[in-house]
């Protein structure tokens, strides 16, 4: 691992008596992506609100996170979260939304503003800021929830499903699109996903999570550079995976 990249260790996660997470692991280095897949319920989503700073308080978690060596703090500028779907507020247009993050950080309206004003046209959302997210398509909306986790510069991104609500087609061309957007300002994202396709197509390396409670049980780096990804080609990594997925006893 690179010495800037996060270190997260013996995070344990508890609601009352019932261990959700356990002992779980991992490391992030600071740029590339890194697929976290697991059966429903595992905990993907409970361990990036860990990481986010934004576990309900009526869960307990024990362990410790590092970026580059210093301790990470509940919640971290270091890091952007995207929560399921694109949990855009309806009654906010689209141009407060993209804001939102920056709004919470603790900048002004007018300063938050003139922050995410040029980067509509990048996102492919020129037009929209007086828009409601009701107005757009699913693909649009989605632009405008990354939109407004990246305005906030955080060098990892936690990205949980966020192609998992789009048409086959739109989630193609916005998985090309995120790859734009991080070979001009690289980062790294934690990329929760059910689609093993996606993992295998977009990672350098997929951790495999098991339920009850939630633990990593394996970790895959995708031996395949991007350029020579094919169906054909990553065929028997996604039977690997498969594998491992259907080890794990239904709930
Ligand atoms: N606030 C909470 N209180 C009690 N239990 C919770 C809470 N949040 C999550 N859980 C439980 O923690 C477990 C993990 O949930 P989580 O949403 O993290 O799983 P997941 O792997 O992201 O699932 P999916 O793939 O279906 O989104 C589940 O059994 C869930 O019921």
């Not at 141009?95 to 603790?106: C, E, I, K, S």
Request: charged content about 20%.
């Amino acid at each position: 691992m690179t010495e800037a990249g996060l270190d997260l260790s013996g995070l344990t996660i508890r609601a009352g008596a019932r261990v959700l997470v356990e002992d779980l692991s991992m490391t992030l280095p600071t740029t590339g992506i890194t697929a976290l897949i697991g059966p429903s319920g595992c905990g993907k989503s409970t361990v990036l609100r860990w990481l986010a700073g934004i576990l309900p308080d009526t869960l307990a978690a024990e362990g410790q996170a590092r970026i580059g060596g210093r301790p990470l703090r509940l919640p971290d500028p270091a890091i952007g979260f995207q929560p399921q779907a694109d949990a855009l507020f309806p009654w906010l247009t689209i141009a407060q939304n993209a804001a939102l993050g920056l709004r919470v950080a603790g900048l002004s309206a007018p300063a938050a503003r003139a922050r995410v004003a040029p980067l509509f046209p990048a996102f492919g959302l020129a037009g929209t800021e007086a828009m409601y997210p009701a107005e757009l398509s699913g693909g649009m909306r989605q632009r405008a929830a990354f939109l407004r986790t990246m305005v906030r510069d955080g060098q990892f991104l936690l990205l949980d499903e966020p192609f998992s609500a789009l048409d086959a087609v739109t989630r193609l061309r916005l998985q090309g699109w995120l790859l734009a957007r991080l070979a001009e300002r690289p980062r790294s994202v934690l990329l929760v996903t059910h689609d093993l396709h996606e993992a295998t197509s977009l990672a350098d390396r997929i951790l495999v999570m098991a339920a009850r409670p939630g633990r990593i049980r394996a970790e895959i780096a995708v031996p395949i550079p991007p350029s020579a990804r094919s169906e054909h080609s990553l065929a028997p990594l996604r039977e690997t995976l498969k594998t491992l997925l259907l080890e794990d006893p239904p709930t």
